[in-house]
Nanobody, 116 residues
Framework: QVQLVEYGGGLVQPGGSLNLSCSAS????????MRWYRKPPGKERDLVAN????????SYMDSVKGRFTISRDNSKNALYLQMHSLKPEDTAMYYC?????????WGPGTQVTVSS
């Protein structure tokens, strides 16, 4: 079955950096687009970034453009999110996501807290 597990969250000061990773299994990773979502406290879950199966196409929500980078390593079935210049408003639970083949799958999430 499809499994997604996120790693790398934590507490960081404003302006700091964190690198998230997601380990995927149960499907042919290289054939599917992958996404990072986040859910801030008390708010809806939002799409943060999307990457095509080959990694050639990437897109981001406006508030993270220029600060976050999504990438993938198809040889390792791994998805990444590099986050720089973090702001308090980036505080959220971050989730890895795939649509396979028509169903939505999410990992359990990893908490990112940006605070001084």
């Amino acid at each position: 079955q499809v499994q997604l597990v996120e790693y790398g969250g934590g507490l960081v000061q404003p302006g700091g950096s964190l690198n998230l990773s997601c380990s995927a299994s149960g499907f042919t990773f290289r054939n599917y687009a992958m996404r990072w979502y986040r859910k801030p406290p008390g708010k809806e879950r939002d799409l943060v970034a999307n990457i095509s199966p080959t990694g050639e196409s990437r897109s981001y929500m406006d508030s993270v453009k220029g600060r976050f980078t999504i990438s993938r390593d198809n040889s390792k079935n791994a998805l990444y999110l590099q986050m720089h210049s973090l702001k308090p408003e980036d505080t959220a639970m971050y989730y890895c996501h795939v649509v396979y083949p028509r169903a939505n799958y999410w990992g359990p999430g990893t908490q990112v807290t940006v605070s001084s």
